[in-house]
DNA sequence: TATCGATATCTTACCAGTAAGAGACATGAG
DNA sequence: CTCATGTCTCTTACTGGTAAGATATCGATA
């Protein structure tokens, strides 16, 4: 007995015996799990009044280390978004107190985002939890399978050019 | 030299050296690849007119075999989106011709989604080329590594309860 | 056969994100 | 010093999806 994607793969060998199908048992896999992690995730935060984008920032500020502050291009460039939903981010964890807009003392067209005292507990209650969550979540996979599925992915990122955040 | 992931989890172990945060290894990479080869294929299917949403009921919708019709709930099932989304893309792909609604004979609840002659067209005319796309995307991986991958990917899905789309 | 819970699709109000570009500011070449 | 070009953030109009529930129909049971 096989997952969704075997099923998937299973009817295009019927349908379409002429095409190998092969990519699709590693990219159907994969977007398929990013969905089921991402809901997970998200009904994690949900329980502590957060969303996933409020954590996606807050997490980001906190690994940047002191003072825990980073420019809108910085979250951009760090996050997969656009600058506009960036925006939209930054807007609605002011009105939270979870993060505050500094002026840049040297280039006025740079805001620093920085995280309150608030945010700042908010996120470093929480990691510890997060990664355990994550953690139940891949509990399937030993540590070695783990360890060579992330090697995996890796490859793939690099190849695709993900090799930076800055 | 690493990925976008090994610099997060670099940031990680230098600010909160007391929390072991392996399964980031793991669980942001999946969500990297994912958004990475979704913009991707998205950018392959736009250049012939359609888009993401448009190709996943396509080929939900051929890959079902004779006569190519599935209701709105079974397509809700194999597609990870809430039955709203189902019924906007259906209007949207009505009016491009790609699907026509069907009533069902038996149930009056019912109705079936079936591929019109140039929905048909579409998905068989993209199909290999959308395949050789997904494979440039893997070619950094060979046939055994993808296989491991794949499988790795499997243990994971299947732990998560995704067994089936119906 | 009348009723009532279950099922199937669609509707409505809303929201996060996108694409494109506006506006403010910085900076280097001449 | 000036101006053209580049950079940074924010704005606007729009879109695809969600959550919750309305509407219509089915089917089992008394």
Redesign the interface.
Do not use: C
């Given at each position: 007995?096989?997952?969704?994607?075997?099923?998937?793969m299973d009817?295009?060998r019927?349908?379409?015996p002429?095409?190998?199908?092969?990519?699709?048992?590693?990219?159907g896999?994969?977007?398929?799990?990013?969905?089921?992690?991402?809901t997970?995730?998200q009904d994690f935060f949900r329980r502590y009044g957060l969303d996933n984008s409020e954590a996606d920032v807050l997490t980001t500020l906190?690994?940047?280390?002191e003072p825990y502050e980073l420019t809108p291009g910085q979250l951009v460039k760090a996050s997969?978004v656009t600058s506009g939903a960036i925006t939209k981010r930054i807007d609605r964890m002011v009105t939270k107190n979870l993060v505050e807009r500094v002026p840049d003392a040297v280039d006025r067209r740079t805001v620093r985002i920085r995280l309150t005292a608030h945010g700042r507990q908010t996120i470093d209650d929480l990691?510890?939890l997060h990664?355990a969550n994550?953690?139940r979540?891949?509990?399937?996979?030993d540590?070695d399978?783990?360890?060579?599925?992330?090697d995996?992915?890796?490859?793939?990122?690099?190849?695709?050019g993900?090799?930076?955040?800055t």
């Amino acid at each position: 007995m096989g997952d969704a994607v075997d099923a998937v793969m299973d009817a295009w060998r019927r349908e379409r015996p002429d095409v190998d199908i092969w990519p699709v048992g590693v990219v159907g896999r994969i977007q398929r799990l990013a969905r089921l992690l991402e809901t997970e995730i998200q009904d994690f935060f949900r329980r502590y009044g957060l969303d996933n984008s409020e954590a996606d920032v807050l997490t980001t500020l906190r690994r940047s280390g002191e003072p825990y502050e980073l420019t809108p291009g910085q979250l951009v460039k760090a996050s997969m978004v656009t600058s506009g939903a960036i925006t939209k981010r930054i807007d609605r964890m002011v009105t939270k107190n979870l993060v505050e807009r500094v002026p840049d003392a040297v280039d006025r067209r740079t805001v620093r985002i920085r995280l309150t005292a608030h945010g700042r507990q908010t996120i470093d209650d929480l990691f510890a939890l997060h990664i355990a969550n994550e953690t139940r979540l891949l509990q399937a996979l030993d540590r070695d399978r783990a360890d060579g599925l992330a090697d995996a992915l890796r490859t793939l990122l690099q190849s695709l050019g993900d090799t930076s955040l800055t």
